[in-house]
């Protein structure tokens, strides 16, 4: 029997190629709150199979660098990285975020999505601490992560099981204290998680995309996982949202 997957592993495998609880709705509007342009120096911390940092080079020509833990996940980047021909802008390092191989003031930008929620509080503090080290004066942190409307324990139990992570998502008070006790908070937006929605999978996959998908999705051995995390969303939709963060380095 197949070892039980991490949420975000099994939904790349079923074809999934934004792995985040707001969304290309979020994304976009993370991304029109860095000012990019073809001098952006950026870092991507769990940039996963690099559909985020591809996708920059492509409309702003800037640098990125994307760090992720998971080496097999970098070996897909390289690879879309390659098939896109990005080779010169994009490079990929195998680092975590708590410990970030590079000199203090390094990068314009650092984009950070569905990665600090699957952290303990004290590893989410390090974390922080080492975007503000690495990021320039004046640069913009952006994050996006499951925001919890209320605390709510049982249904954050509900969630561990179903993506087989010990999450810790955090309340909106609780994501902008964390951030503002370093960075100077600047916006914020929220709303309902569409990861797994009908709506936010065209608009973040395309028909086509979504469609190939589902059908994977419903094969015999994807379908229990699957349907127990369509189904908590669905049910706990008032509960499990998206935040998404734009911060400033003092
Ligand atoms: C839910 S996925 C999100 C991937 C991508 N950012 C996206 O939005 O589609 C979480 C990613 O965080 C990575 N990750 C988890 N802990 C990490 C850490 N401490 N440092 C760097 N990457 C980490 C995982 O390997 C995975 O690729």
Redesign the pocket.
Known sequence: MRKREV???F??RIGK????PGGKKA?EWLISQGNFSSDTNVL??????G??MIDLVKRYDCRVTG????KH?LAKAKKNIEKHHLEEKVTVVQ????KLPFPDHSFDVVI????L???PNE?KEK?MKEYYRVLKKGGKLLT?DVMLTKSDEVVVDQLRQAINVRVQPLTQQDWQQRLEASFQHTSVISGPMTLLSPIGMIRDEGIIGAVRIIKNALKKENRPMFLQMFRLFRSKKDVLHFIAICSEKK
């Open positions: 949420g975000h592993t939904l790349a190629k934004r792995l985040r994304t991507e911390v769990a940039c996963n199979m559909t985020t760090v992720d833990v998971d996940a680092a975590n975020a708590m950070n999505e569905a990665m929620t699957m952290l590893a974390a996006h």
